[in-house]
């Protein structure tokens, strides 16, 4: 089977047209403090909210923040609450209103950070989303993939590599969260394009390591006819793909996934995961701090699609080399 054919094509695939978003400062009411920073050459000072700390993709974004902070001449500073907790991270961003420049926002949900995110930009101060969007707020730009076509592509992957028959369960860390939605929302389109596949149901693992593992272990148990496993992050997939190691189901249970954690890269490498999505996170880190940068130059910005990167055992080692 060849899955690399694809490769090309998803990574192309761009935001809706809907979700375009061209802002410039000439349009914006920029705080007078803010402008008199800029008027006096002062370094201006960014926060790029993250909506989980703890998480183990954040470690990636924050290495696209500091590589920002030191090439953009910014102080640029990566928050956000250790747990998805939108009050926490509500009220941190309230709490530094005050002293930021410029907000860059991933959401830990939409809803509820919506509001925010359109009082800080009444203030003055510009805002961007990046990683999740929050379309429903009045945010300038974004920059990440887009959600709900990377989970297109997951499920139109997972029919591929089950030869177009099976019984699938996605897997998330938390299946209330937007993100988890939107991208649950594109795989069951992709999976429904291969009319032979089943899905199971959601599970919903919650965040601990361990946890992840053993909530995928008693699914498995509880339903050995599943033979799919869809993971929509970065966490549970390599949860997903050392199950199928320890239980000698590699090749009867296929595995399809996202990003690059070292643990995910060996186990695509071994074939006990057989694909997963990258999002290019260091990439979404970094434009989350220029294109605050580049508002505040007078630069107009544009939403950003980091694209949809598909890796296989056939290419993992691009990786692995890096």
């Known amino acids: 089977m060849k899955i690399r054919n694809i490769i090309a094509a998803a990574a192309l695939c761009l935001l809706p047209a809907t979700a375009m978003a061209e802002a410039k400062l000439a349009d914006f009411k920029l705080a007078d403090r803010i402008k008199a920073k800029i008027d006096a050459g002062q370094k ?5 909210s993250y909506q989980d700390l703890s998480n183990e993709f954040a470690p ?8 920002g902070s030191s ?3 910014v102080n640029a500073s990566f928050i956000g609450p250790v747990g998805s907790d939108a009050d926490g991270q509500i009220n941190e961003i309230e709490t530094l209103m005050g002293t930021m420049d410029g907000l860059a926002v991933s959401s830990v949900s939409t809803d509820a950070l919506a509001p925010v995110i359109d009082r800080v930009l009444a203030a003055g101060i510009p805002v961007v989303t990046y990683n999740t969007d929050n379309p429903d ?28 028959q099976g019984r699938v369960l996605i897997v998330t860390l938390d299946a209330a ?8 929302k594109g795989a069951r389109e992709g999976l429904a394009q291969t009319p032979g ?7 919903n693992t919650g965040s601990d390591p361990q946890e992840i593992y053993s909530a995928i272990e008693n699914a498995m148990l509880a339903d050995p006819t599943i033979t799919g496993l869809l993971s929509l992050e970065c966490c549970s997939t390599p949860a997903a793909g050392e199950w199928v190691k320890r239980n000698g189901k590699t090749g009867s249970v296929k595995v399809v996934g996202f990003d690059l954690l070292d643990q995910t890269v060996e186990l695509v490498g ?17 434009a989350a701090v220029d294109m605050l940068a580049k508002f505040l130059k007078g630069e107009t910005i544009d939403n950003l699609d980091t694209g949809v990167g598909i890796y296989t055992k056939d290419n993992i080692q691009e990786v692995a080399k890096k």
């Not at 945010?139 to 591929?160: C, H, I, T």
């Not at 969260?177 to 649950?184: H, N, T």
């Not at 071994?270 to 970094?286: K, L, M, V």
């Open 270 to 286: 071994s074939g006990d995961i057989q694909a997963t999505i990258d999002q290019a996170p260091e990439r979404q880190g970094f």
């Open 137 to 164: 707020s009045k945010r300038l730009a974004f920059a990440g993939q887009d959600l709900v076509q990377s989970g297109v592509e997951a499920g139109k992957l997972m029919g591929k590599v089950l030869d177009g």
């Open 71 to 73: 090439e953009l001449g």
């Open 197 to 203: 596949i089943e899905v199971v149901n959601t599970l």
């Open 60 to 67: 990636f974004l924050k290495a696209g923040v500091e590589r």
């Open 177 to 184: 969260a937007q993100w988890s939605l939107d991208r649950e």
């Open 44 to 48: 201006l000072d960014f926060y790029v």
